[in-house]
């Protein structure tokens, strides 16, 4: 049995030790025999991060495929820094407003499941930024523009509500990846410009830059290179997001979702980074070339990154070097 009680009869009680500043607390100078004493170590890993679930920022009609009047909540996850526990009363005490990036997570256009890359989005926010994933209507209950409009409401969102989740307004930039890549380009393509909704205009939905990966950006022009699926048929993703109608039947309409249709040369675009890997099966690299090559004949501020070997959003995706290319880009640009 342990013998606790000779401990109590050989020590004094001790009285509660009120410190501001852990990192001045007694230290102990006992080492057991055997006990292996490591020096020197400090947090680097950055920021904590609260997360807030289920964050409402708007109810929308559920669209063309639904009759009536039935409506459905658009949520996000809020992924906020904040200091470590071990900071100093001083540290603790100050006031601060981090930069935000509003991401779009990738879905086909369908639902999407909002967690997916949330390992990702916690490295970022550990750097000491706010990351708002945003949830869109799938594509079953509003077709294009439906998502990139709520893309854009939930960025205003963002702005009015800066105070409650600490964000700095003035310093945003808007991400996603696959289908959510293709909804970033538009939204920060767009801005205050249409197709738009009138929720919380009176905040602008303007980024300071877009960070997409992976995302379609032709869709006519996907089965004209190398792919695992079908992306004109109506029961394609892309078929889906025009209305669920054969993309090649409806140029026009698929027209419409073309990123680059909404750029002109005597119109501010904001900074873009772009990352696709060379062996996605699911989006065409030669999208990003498409997106690419036009941003710079157009003359704006555009970045690629060409992953080798990567494919759709894994072999290559999940690493501190392309997380620093990310930083590096948003220390920048934001």
Same mark, same amino acid.
């Given at each position: 049995?342990?013998?606790?009680?000779?401990?109590?009869?050989?020590?004094?009680?001790? $009285?509660?030790?009120?410190?501001?500043?852990?990192?001045?607390?007694?230290?102990?100078?006992?080492?057991?025999?055997?006990?292996?004493?490591?020096?020197?170590?400090?947090?680097?890993?950055?920021?904590?991060?609260?997360?807030?679930?289920?964050?409402?920022?708007?109810?929308?009609?559920?669209?063309?495929?639904?009759?009536?009047?039935?409506?459905?909540?658009?949520?996000?996850?809020?992924?906020?820094?904040?200091?470590?526990?071990?900071?100093?009363?001083?540290?603790?005490?100050?006031?601060?407003?981090?930069?935000?990036?509003?991401?779009?997570?990738?879905?086909?256009?369908?639902?999407?499941?909002?967690?997916?890359?949330?390992?990702?989005?916690?490295?970022?926010?550990?750097?000491?930024?706010?990351?708002?994933?945003?949830?869109?209507?799938?594509?079953?209950?509003?077709?294009?523009?439906?998502?990139?409009?709520? $893309?854009?409401?939930?960025?205003?969102?963002?702005?009015?509500?800066?105070?409650?989740?600490?964000?700095?307004?003035?310093?945003?930039?808007?991400?996603?990846?696959?289908?959510?890549?293709?909804? $970033?380009?538009?939204?920060?393509?767009?801005?205050?410009?249409?197709?738009?909704?009138?929720?919380?205009?009176?905040?602008?939905?303007?980024?300071?830059?877009?960070?997409?990966?992976?995302?379609?950006?032709?869709?006519?022009?996907?089965?004209?290179?190398?792919?695992?699926?079908?992306?004109?048929?109506?029961?394609?993703?892309?078929?889906?997001?025009?209305?669920?109608?054969?993309?090649?039947?409806?140029?026009?309409?698929?027209?419409?979702?073309?990123?680059?249709?909404?750029?002109?040369?005597?119109?501010?675009?904001?900074?873009?980074?772009?990352?696709?890997?060379?062996?996605?099966?699911?989006?065409?690299?030669?999208?990003?070339?498409?997106?690419?090559?036009?941003?710079?004949?157009?003359?704006?501020?555009?970045?690629?990154?060409?992953?080798?070997? $990567?494919?759709?959003?894994?072999?290559?995706?999940?690493?501190?070097?392309?997380?620093?290319?990310?930083?590096?880009?948003?220390?920048?640009?934001?």
């Amino acid at each position: 049995m342990f013998e606790y009680k000779k401990i109590m009869n050989e020590r004094e009680l001790q $009285a509660p030790i009120p410190t501001p500043d852990p990192a001045k607390f007694p230290h102990s100078d006992e080492v057991p025999e055997g006990c292996k004493v490591i020096d020197g170590l400090k947090d680097d890993w950055g920021y904590y991060v609260d997360i807030h679930t289920d964050v409402v920022y708007a109810e929308r009609s559920r669209g063309f495929a639904y009759t009536g009047q039935e409506k459905m909540s658009l949520k996000m996850i809020i992924l906020e820094p904040r200091v470590h526990f071990g900071a100093s009363e001083e540290e603790q005490k100050v006031e601060r407003k981090w930069p935000c990036v509003a991401y779009i997570q990738g879905s086909a256009f369908h639902e999407q499941w909002m967690w997916n890359n949330i390992s990702r989005h916690i490295r970022l926010a550990e750097k000491g930024y706010v990351v708002a994933i945003i949830q869109y209507r799938p594509s079953e209950v509003a077709p294009f523009p439906a998502q990139m409009q709520d $893309a854009k409401t939930a960025i205003r969102f963002l702005k009015k509500n800066a105070e409650e989740y600490h964000i700095d307004v003035e310093h945003m930039a808007v991400a996603g990846d696959s289908s959510g890549g293709h909804t $970033a380009l538009m939204a920060g393509f767009t801005g205050d410009s249409t197709p738009d909704t009138d929720l919380y205009n009176e905040y602008s939905a303007k980024v300071n830059c877009i960070v997409d990966c992976y995302g379609p950006t032709v869709f006519s022009l996907m089965n004209y290179y190398e792919s695992s699926q079908n992306h004109y048929h109506p029961d394609s993703p892309e078929g889906y997001e025009i209305g669920h109608k054969n993309v090649l039947e409806n140029l026009e309409l698929a027209a419409e979702t073309i990123p680059m249709n909404y750029l002109s040369e005597d119109k501010t675009t904001p900074p873009t980074l772009i990352i696709h890997g060379s062996r996605d099966m699911l989006v065409p690299f030669n999208q990003s070339c498409q997106l690419y090559n036009y941003m710079k004949k157009m003359g704006k501020d555009v970045t690629f990154y060409k992953l080798n070997d $990567a494919n759709h959003g894994c072999l290559g995706f999940d690493n501190d070097t392309v997380l620093g290319i990310v930083l590096e880009f948003l220390k920048e640009n934001i």
